[in-house]
T-cell receptor, first 113, second 112 residues
Framework: DGGITQSPKYLFRKEGQNVTLSCEQNLNHDAMYWYRQDPGQGLRLIYYSQIVNDFQKGDIAEGYSVSREKKESFPLTVTSAQKNPTAFYLC????????????FGNGTRLTVT | QKEVEQNSGPLSVPEGAIASLNCTYSDRGSQSFFWYRQYSGKSPELIMFIYSNGDKEDGRFTAQLNKASQYVSLLIRDSQPSDSATYLCAVNPISGNTPLVFGKGTRLSVIA
């Protein structure tokens, strides 16, 4: 099946620990994105990558890090520097080209206590 | 700062009525416009996109675009309780792969 796989679906961590969220796609899309969503809030862009080995900060990059070593994969690390990491994290991809829509994975719900 | 504005709602409509969801955007150069539906606890799913001024229909959904007024709307005809969700408007500011700009969404409640 073609699609975007985020894992795990639920993740629990203790405060002070780094945690890595996985995002894998087999849609052959060049661009990949990470968003954060808090209850009752809209989507906020964390990082995005338009090509392998390159990525850009979004609106709320502080406390997060990413890598893009392969076209298919764009993992997100939530570091201990992120003040309020508990949220719903969404990975998305986009085809290169004019007017392409975003396609979303199913999300990872992270709870830090 | 490119902005997309939506009324947060909730917008309540009776079953069978037309639901009208509205979105305004600040960047006059915006090229393409997307509507996503997000059920509680789930990820957004694309339901409509529109690039040209006018109306675009797909089943019970109609997207309307007025670039001169910087306004895009989504009409849902014969609303069903299963349409109850948050609807996100997204705008592509310029051509290419710059990130879409999202509104905060409008929560729609269809009352049976």
């Amino acid at each position: 099946d073609g699609g975007i796989t985020q894992s795990p679906k639920y993740l629990f961590r203790k405060e002070g620990q780094n945690v890595t969220l996985s995002c894998e796609q087999n849609l052959n899309h060049d661009a990949m994105y990470w968003y954060r969503q808090d209850p009752g809030q809209g989507l906020r862009l964390i990082y995005y990558s338009q090509i392998v080995n390159d990525f850009q900060k979004g609106d709320i990059a502080e406390g997060y890090s990413v890598s893009r070593e392969k076209k298919e994969s764009f993992p997100l690390t939530v570091t201990s520097a992120q003040k309020n990491p508990t949220a719903f994290y969404l990975c998305a991809t986009r085809q290169t080209g004019y007017n392409s829509p975003l396609h979303f994975g199913n999300g990872t719900r992270l709870t830090v206590t | 700062q490119k902005e997309v504005e939506q009324n947060s709602g909730p917008l309540s409509v009776p079953e069978g009525a037309i639901a009208s969801l509205n979105c305004t955007y600040s960047d006059r150069g915006s090229q393409s416009f997307f509507w996503y539906r997000q059920y509680s606890g789930k990820s957004p799913e694309l339901i409509m996109f529109i690039y040209s001024n006018g109306d675009k229909e797909d089943g019970r959904f109609t997207a309307q675009l007025n670039k001169a007024s910087q306004y895009v709307s989504l009409l849902i005809r014969d609303s069903q309780p299963s349409d109850s969700a948050t609807y996100l408007c997204a705008v592509n500011p310029i051509s290419g792969n710059t990130p879409l700009v999202f509104g905060k969404g409008t929560r729609l409640s269809v009352i049976a």
